[in-house]
């Protein structure tokens, strides 16, 4: 599926290095002034131009990602219509993966795609690629934007790359993998201030469901805790009880609800590149260089996608919660 959500539903499309990627955001309410600029703060944060990290993949950083809206936005203010919009892809070179052609990526979703359709798009990954996170961006920042206006605050940050948790010493990690042609894994957290007691529904409705659905649909998210998490195995309950991660029953309760997202390494590296290139030829390098585009850690890009997906999903339950 494409789309997420039941009242406010965003439904992505595009590949990575297809004409451009985008989205459509319906059931926003009419009205609502959006501003632009948080959005492309959001976009520059998802490309890395806001900072100088070593972890940052080549393409990101060239990407101008400008948005071109489509539909239901009017002089800033929405419509109430389908907002409807794009981005182009500038730095689009699929000639860069030819020589993947007809290779599998170990760690990608190349073979799975092709055993679920009978085709791919092998360029840079396709649809299965994390540059369509932009698009979650776009829409994520446009619901994190009403939020903001009823006091739901969403803040996201990188806690942890491989073993180390100073965040001082995290480019220093990245490097060092990226110096060795390897790549390393990271922990986001985030949290929310600002939602009312009650939102959520029993069982198979609650909202932690919601949120771990949304990201783990996160490429590269390999897991997702809330509260105490997995950490609260080793606790004694007397403790662990006190770290419900703002959540009881699958229900808010007026507290920070807080949780975390853990991020694979990035499988495509120089190493695993020169394997394959290896493999493809028992031994012997094929014509057709391979060349890496891909991030030292992809975590450091996906905190403002995470900040989005939660958006989206908080915007959607809030909906169908107007009684709250």
Not at 69 to 89: D, E, H, K, M
Not at 187 to 213: N, R, S, W, Y
Request: proline fraction near 4%.
């Amino acid at each position: 599926m494409n789309s997420l959500g039941n009242k406010w539903i965003f439904t992505s499309f595009g590949e990575s290095h297809s004409a451009a990627i985008g989205g459509v955001l319906d059931g926003i309410p009419a009205g609502m002034h959006i501003d632009f600029a948080m959005i492309r703060e959001a976009l520059n944060r998802r490309a890395g131009r806001s900072s100088n990290s070593v972890a940052v993949s080549p393409r990101a950083v060239r990407e101008e990602d400008e948005v071109e809206w489509l539909s239901g936005v009017f002089n800033g203010v929405t419509l109430g219509t389908p907002i409807a919009f794009l981005i182009r892809n500038r730095d689009a070179r699929p000639e860069d993966y030819e020589a993947l052609k007809h290779s599998f990526r170990q760690g990608h979703a190349d073979f799975t795609y092709q055993a679920k359709y009978g085709i791919r798009d092998w360029r840079g990954g396709g649809r299965a690629s994390a540059r369509e996170t932009a698009a979650r961006v776009v829409a994520g920042n446009i619901a994190a934007q009403h939020l903001a206006k009823q006091g739901i605050h969403i803040q996201a940050r990188l806690v942890q790359v491989g073993s180390e948790t100073r965040p001082e010493h995290f480019d220093e990690v990245i490097a060092r993998y990226r110096g060795e042609g390897d790549s390393i894994g990271g922990i986001i957290a985030c949290e929310v201030t600002g939602l009312p007691a009650g939102l959520g529904e029993p069982i198979f409705d609650k909202l932690q469901a919601h949120l771990a659905f949304a990201m783990l649909s996160i490429n590269a998210c390999k897991g997702f805790d809330y509260g105490s998490g997995f950490a609260g195995v080793s606790q004694p309950g007397s403790i662990a009880n006190l770290r419900s991660g703002g959540l009881l029953g699958g229900i808010t309760d007026g507290t920070p609800l807080t949780f975390r997202c853990v991020f694979k390494p990035t499988p495509t590296t120089p190493k695993a590149l020169a394997q394959l290139q290896k493999d493809q030829s028992n031994g012997q390098m094929v014509n057709g260089k391979i060349v890496n585009r891909s991030d030292a850690c992809v975590a450091v890009r996906a905190v403002p996608v995470v900040e989005a997906m939660t958006a989206l999903v908080l915007a959607d339950i809030l909906s169908m919660n107007k009684d709250i």
